[in-house]
């Protein structure tokens, strides 16, 4: 498996710290939760011009070894690749985000 990250934190961020454009995009790939819950959650983030919210991403063994060491989360977007992410310095406001490929 390869992995690739740059290694920047990112804020994790609520749907009104978007732009109006972006909340719209959000909204959209969200229709699945209701306008409250959307409103109100905290979690959101954008990799690579897709949105993302730390909900969508399964947990990782925290005894993983090999690839999977030291990531705390993964979202497969097709059988061979997904989207990684860890949190920053154990602080839960950010997270670090890298692609999985085999």
């Known amino acids: 498996m390869n992995i ?13 710290d978007f732009s109006a454009a972006d909340q719209d995009k959000i909204r ?5 939760m209701d306008s409250d819950e959307l409103e109100n ?6 990799y690579r011009n ?5 909900q969508d991403f399964m947990r990782a063994s925290s005894d993983a070894t090999g690839d999977l060491a030291g990531w ?3 979202a497969g977007d ?3 690749s997904g989207t990684l992410i860890k949190f920053a310095d154990n602080d839960c406001d950010r997270v670090i985000v890298g692609r999985y490929f085999c």
């Open 4 to 16: 690739r990250t740059n290694n920047v934190p990112r804020d994790l961020l609520c749907l009104h």
């Open 41 to 46: 959650t905290f979690g959101f983030f954008k």
């Open 50 to 54: 897709c949105f993302y919210h730390r």
């Open 72 to 74: 705390d989360g993964y």
């Open 78 to 80: 097709s059988y061979f």
């Open 28 to 32: 959209k790939h969200y229709d699945w």
